[in-house]
């Protein structure tokens, strides 16, 4: 089993910036990615980033290209969400998550965090 958990979330005001830290512990895999995702109540989960176990970058939404960064420190079993120039728009619960085969399947999800853009 993989736990994760997230934390950076809050308020900010539009063309502020936050940074995202989900920690991993539990079971290790030796390939896997790690993403971003968030959710508005009432709409689909929509992807927002996500990076390969050896640092290397899967990508990005459109939405969020050239303001959002996704990093990773594998000392710390830690993934980043560096988000810059927010938008009202970006206001959602953001999750990270592990697809352990590859695959494009998400199976471990953290509880998500708020993060709410004020205009």
């Known amino acids: 089993q993989v736990q994760l958990v997230e934390s950076g979330g809050g308020l900010v005001q539009a063309g502020g910036s936050l940074r995202l830290s989900c920690a991993a512990s539990?079971?290790?895999?030796?390939?896997?990615?790690m993403g971003w995702f968030r959710q508005v109540p009432g709409k689909e989960r929509e992807f927002v980033a996500a990076?390969?176990?050896?640092?290397?970058?899967?990508g990005y939404a459109d939405s969020v290209k050239g303001r959002f960064t996704i990093s990773r420190d594998n000392a710390k079993d830690t993934v980043y969400l560096q988000m810059n120039s927010l938008k009202p728009e970006d206001t959602a619960v953001y999750y990270c998550?592990?697809?352990?085969?590859?695959?494009?399947?998400?199976?471990?999800w953290g509880q998500g965090t708020q993060v709410t853009v004020s205009s």
């Open positions: 539990g079971r290790t895999f030796s390939r896997y990615l």
């Open positions: 990076i390969r176990w050896s640092g290397g970058i899967i």
């Open positions: 998550a592990v697809d352990p085969n590859v695959s494009g399947k998400y199976k471990y």
